[in-house]
C-alpha cells in the first residue's frame, strides 16, 4: 500500500464506543448492503488489467444470464422468459459499463467496489421517480450487479491476505458472521456506521478483543482509502490522518493499557469476596470455542453463557453435525471444569436467523419465532444440538439454558421433547447424562414478572438484561438514533431485577446475571447490592470486575441498591450511583 501522506489534515468523527481498547492501523471499506464487497486501492499500473477483469465477469454473467433464460423458456414459456431479456441488454448498456470502467480508472479501486457503487448511485436516481414501472427497474440493475460480482469473485479476486497493514474496518454495517472472519484475519478494529452498544457484532467484538465504534454515520463515503487510522474504543473516536504527535500518544496510552491488563492477571488465583466477607462468583460469556481458554487465564468460575447459535452461523448455510456439537460441548465443560458451564440452545432470531428455517419472511423478526420457540417449532433442526448436549454432559458439569421464555408451557414442551431425545440416544446405544440442570432466560418482561411461577419449573435462572432491558423500555438496542433511551439504571429494569432474584431466592434455586449490564462496575455495583451473587462477563473483564468487587462492602452495596429502588427515573438512580463511587477508595475509583 502507498503511504498516506503527513501533510493530510488529521480529522476526527465521534460515534459510541462499543467496545474498548485502542487500535492503530489502515482504514479499509467494506460495504455489506449489496453483499461484502471491499474498496481495495488498484496501483496504477494494474488499473487496465482490473478493467479487463472487469470485462471478463460481464462476460461471464452474460453466458449464464443465458442460460437461465433458456431454463426459464422451457419451464414457463418464453413470455415470461423474456423478463430476463432486460437483463441481458443492462449487461450490454455502454452507459452503465462505461461507467463502472471510469470509476476503476478514476478512482483507481477494485472493480467490485465499482459495481457496487455505481448499482447504489443508480438505485438512488431511480427512487426519486415517482414513475412505479421505472421506479421498479432500479431492481433490474441491482440483479445484473449481483451476476457481475458473482463472477468477479469467482475471478483472481481480491483478498484481505494480500494487504501486509493492521486494518480497521470502515463498514456501512457488519452481521455477526462478517465480524467472527474479518476478526480473524488482520483486522484490529471495527469503525461502523450503524450498531449499538448491546447488538450481537458489538459482543463480538468484544468476545474478539478488539476496539469498536458504532454510531458513525456516512463514515464510509468520507474515508480515503488505506489512510492511517486511530480508533479509540474508550472514547468513541476515529482519528482519520493522525499528526506524528498524536500517533505516537495513543501508541504510549496503548502501551499503558496493555500493562495495565497484565497486571490485573495477578488477581487469577483470588477469591471473589466483598470486604465483609460475601461470595460472588464471576463467570465467562463466550461466544466462540477458543474463548474458554481465555475464561480460565483471566479466573472465571466456569462459564456464564456460551451463545451455541455463534457455531450455527460460522458453519452457514451448513448446519453443525450432532458429532460438531458433541465435540464443542465437551471441550466447553472439561475446560470449565470444575465449574459449571451454562450452554444457552440456539437464540437464532432478528439477525441471526437463517431464512432457510421459515417457511416465510418476518415483518418484525426480533418478536417473531425466534429462541425456544424456534426451537420447538423446528425440532427436527434443534434435535443435533440437543442430542450434541446430552452426550457432552457426561464430561462435566453442563447446565442447558433456554431463551426467549415466555410461559410456563415453554418449558413444560422443552422438557417433553428433551424426554423424547433422551430415549432415542437409549434405544440408539449412545451414552448420555440425563440429570442436566435446566435452566431460564429472563430476558422477556412476561418471564420477569411471573419469576415466581418459573422458578418451580427450572433449576436456574439466568437474567439477560441486553433484550430484557430493550423489550421493556421499546428501544432498539440496534439503533444508534435511540441509543440514549437505553438505560439500565431505569427505575422499572430494577424493580423487575429484585423481584427475580427474590422469586429465585424464595424457590432456592441459582440465579445469575450474564448481559452486559454486568461488565460495568457502576452497574455491578447496583447488581450485588440486590442480592445478585453470579455475575458473568467477558473473560477480559473478570479481573477488573473482580478487583472491584473485594474493595466493596455489601452492606454498602444493599443500602445503596435501596436506597435506588426508591427513586423514580434513571437521570436520579446515576446520579445517586456516581455519589456512591465518591465515597470509595481512589484505587476502587481508578478501576471504575
Not at 477483469?53 to 461471464?60: K, L, M, S, T
Not at 460460522?314 to 465443560?333: A, C, F, G, M, N
Not at 439454558?401 to 431425545?421: D, G, H, K, Q, W
Not at 445478585?532 to 452495596?557: A, N, Q, Y
Amino acid at each position: 500500500m502507498e503511504e498516506v501522506k503527513d501533510e493530510m489534515q488529521m480529522w476526527r468523527v465521534h460515534g459510541m464506543g462499543v467496545s474498548t481498547g485502542i487500535a492503530i492501523g489502515r482504514a479499509l471499506s467494506i460495504s455489506t448492503r449489496v453483499g461484502e464487497v471491499f474498496r481495495l486501492p488498484i496501483e496504477a499500473e494494474d488499473i487496465e488489467a482490473e478493467v479487463e477483469r472487469f470485462h471478463e465477469a460481464v462476460r461471464q454473467a452474460q453466458v449464464e444470464l443465458s442460460k437461465t433464460r433458456a431454463r426459464a423458456s422451457e419451464k414457463v414459456g418464453d413470455e415470461l422468459a423474456a423478463i430476463f431479456d432486460a437483463h441481458v441488454l443492462l449487461l450490454n448498456d455502454p452507459g452503465f459499463l462505461g461507467r463502472v470502467v471510469d470509476r476503476i480508472r478514476n478512482k483507481n479501486v477494485n472493480a467490485e467496489w465499482a459495481v457496487s457503487k455505481i448499482a447504489e448511485e443508480i438505485d438512488e436516481q431511480f427512487a426519486h421517480i415517482d414513475d412505479t414501472y421505472l421506479r421498479e427497474r432500479s431492481e433490474d440493475v441491482s440483479d445484473v450487479s449481483r451476476h457481475v460480482l458473482r463472477a468477479l469473485q469467482g475471478i483472481s479476486h481480491h483478498e484481505l491476505s494480500e494487504i501486509e497493514d493492521d486494518l480497521i474496518i470502515i463498514a456501512d454495517d457488519l452481521t455477526p458472521s462478517d465480524a467472527v472472519r474479518l476478526g480473524r484475519k488482520r483486522v484490529v478494529g471495527f469503525a461502523i456506521e450503524s450498531g449499538g452498544r448491546t447488538s450481537h457484532t458489538t459482543i463480538i467484538a468484544r468476545s474478539l478483543h478488539l476496539p469498536a465504534v458504532v454510531g458513525l454515520e456516512g463514515l464510509s463515503e468520507r474515508i480515503t482509502d488505506a489512510a492511517r487510522v486511530i480508533l479509540d474504543g474508550d472514547e468513541g473516536i476515529l482519528i482519520v490522518h493522525p499528526t506524528p504527535e498524536v500517533l505516537l500518544e495513543y501508541r504510549r496510552r496503548k502501551g499503558e493499557i496493555e500493562k495495565k491488563e497484565a497486571s490485573l492477571l495477578e488477581t487469577r488465583e483470588l477469591m471473589t469476596v466483598t470486604r465483609d466477607g460475601v461470595r460472588v462468583h464471576l463467570m465467562a460469556n463466550i461466544d466462540l470455542p477458543e474463548e474458554v481458554d481465555e475464561a480460565v487465564r483471566f479466573g472465571a468460575e466456569g462459564v456464564g453463557l456460551y451463545r451455541s447459535e455463534f457455531l450455527y452461523i460460522e458453519k452457514s448455510p451448513v448446519q453443525p453435525t450432532e458429532d460438531e456439537h458433541y465435540r464443542l460441548y465437551r471441550r466447553i465443560v472439561e475446560t470449565a471444569a470444575p465449574h459449571p458451564a451454562i450452554i444457552r440452545t440456539y437464540d437464532l432470531g432478528g439477525r441471526k436467523l437463517a431464512r432457510e428455517m421459515l417457511d416465510t419472511r418476518e415483518e418484525n423478526p426480533v418478536l417473531g419465532l425466534r429462541g425456544i420457540r424456534l426451537t420447538l417449532a423446528r425440532r427436527e433442526v434443534f434435535r443435533p444440538q440437543l442430542r450434541g448436549l446430552f452426550r457432552a454432559a457426561l464430561h462435566g458439569d453442563l447446565w442447558i439454558m433456554l431463551p426467549m421464555v415466555s410461559t410456563l408451557e415453554e418449558i413444560r414442551a422443552f422438557r417433553a421433547y428433551s424426554a423424547e431425545v433422551m430415549a432415542e440416544l437409549e434405544r440408539d446405544g449412545v451414552p448420555f447424562r440425563r440429570d442436566i440442570k435446566l435452566g431460564s432466560m429472563i430476558e422477556v418482561p412476561a418471564a420477569a414478572m411471573i419469576a415466581d411461577a418459573l422458578a418451580t419449573e427450572v433449576d436456574f435462572f439466568s437474567i439477560g438484561t441486553n433484550d430484557l432491558i430493550q423489550y421493556s423500555l421499546a428501544v432498539d438496542r440496534n439503533n444508534e438514533h435511540v441509543a440514549h433511551l437505553y438505560q439500565p439504571l431505569h427505575p422499572a429494569i430494577l424493580r423487575m431485577l429484585r423481584f427475580v432474584v427474590a422469586s429465585a431466592a424464595q424457590a432456592g434455586i441459582e440465579v445469575s446475571l450474564c448481559g452486559e449490564m454486568a461488565a460495568d462496575a457502576r452497574f455491578a455495583m447496583v447488581l450485588v447490592g440486590l442480592g445478585l451473587r453470579r455475575l458473568s462477563v467477558s473473560p477480559r473483564l473478570v479481573p477488573k470486575i473482580k478487583t472491584w468487587i473485594r474493595e466493596l462492602d455489601s452492606r454498602h452495596l444493599a443500602e445503596v441498591a435501596s436506597r435506588c429502588l426508591d427513586l423514580r427515573t434513571a437521570r436520579e438512580v446515576d446520579e445517586l450511583v456516581d455519589r456512591s463511587l465518591a465515597d470509595l477508595t481512589a484505587a476502587v475509583a481508578r478501576l471504575a
